[in-house]
Each structure stands twice: as C-alpha cells, then as structure tokens.
C-alpha cells in the first residue's frame, strides 16, 4: 500500500550548453520505475484553480515543471506533504494509491505528467472518502 513516504522527487539529467545556448533535459526509461504509456500536460491554469482532487487504483505518476511552479500537496490517507515543483529537472514520483490536489499554479506554469498507463476513468478515486475507506480496509 502506498504511503507518501514513497514519494521523491527525482533528478532529471541537465545538459548545459557550454556556448550558453541553455539547457536540455530527458526522461529516460532508467530514471523513472515504471514504462511511460501515456503523457499529458496541464497549462493555463489560473493562480487561483486547482487541478487534481483524486488519486488512482493502480496508475503510477511523475510529474515535472516544465515552466513556472506550482505546488503538490499528497495524501496516503494517513498524512499529507507538500512538494513545490519548480525545476524542469526535477520531477515528483506519484505511486497509485495517493491522494493528490495542485494549486498555486505561477503564471505561464506547465505541468507534464508521464503515466505508467492510458486514460482509464475507472482507475480513478475521486470521492476522498471512498479513497480514505479504501487505505483503511
Ligand atoms: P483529470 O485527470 O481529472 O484532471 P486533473 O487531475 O488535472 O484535474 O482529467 C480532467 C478531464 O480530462 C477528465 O474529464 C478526464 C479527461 N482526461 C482524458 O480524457 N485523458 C487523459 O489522459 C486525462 C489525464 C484526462
């Protein structure tokens, strides 16, 4: 069972270009636990929306800033942390099983979340009690 304490934040490589041509970064299959099956992005979120507000069966995450910052506030059902994500080269690993909510999204924020699976809304808890009946069974 899922607890935030298997939650990290995971380094992306950064290439810096030595003629100050800026940065690349890339997501690999070694530097995340799990086969990307799907990716999406949210954006134009405004500063005071709130995206998330579920969590999932069985659909593992990792979710990068790849411009702008927002925070992430996660919920095993017994505690709750928040993560700033504020680098592109830094991403937060979301196991299955973990409450989420993302809000104080910054102006121009994008957020590109890698999946380990298709869209599937029968993998989704989006009742918070059933999610906390659920963990606690
Ligand atoms: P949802 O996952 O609830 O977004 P968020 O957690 O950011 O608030 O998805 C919002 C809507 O988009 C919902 O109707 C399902 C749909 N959706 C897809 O059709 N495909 C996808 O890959 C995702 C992530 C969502």
Redesign the pocket.
């Known amino acids: 069972m899922s607890n935030i304490k298997n939650l990290k934040i995971i380094s992306i490589p950064k290439i810096s270009d030595p003629e100050g041509r800026g940065n690349l970064s890339f997501v690999e299959k070694n530097i995340i636990p799990f086969k990307i099956k799907?990716v999406?992005y949210?954006y134009d979120?405004p500063s005071d929306g709130?995206?998330?507000?579920?969590a999932h069966k069985k659909l593992n995450q990792f979710l990068i800033a790849l411009s702008g910052s927002f925070d992430v506030i996660v919920d095993d059902g017994s505690s709750k942390k928040t993560f700033t994500l504020n680098k592109p080269n830094k991403g937060l690993f979301i196991p299955n099983g973990i409450w989420?909510e993302?809000e104080n999204f910054s102006a121009g924020a994008i957020?590109l979340?890698l999946?380990s699976d298709?869209?599937d809304?029968s993998d989704?808890f989006?009742d918070y009690k059933r999610f906390i009946q659920f963990k606690h069974i």
């Open positions: 799907r999406y949210l979120v709130s995206r998330g507000g579920h989420r993302m957020c979340v999946a298709y869209f809304e989704y989006r």
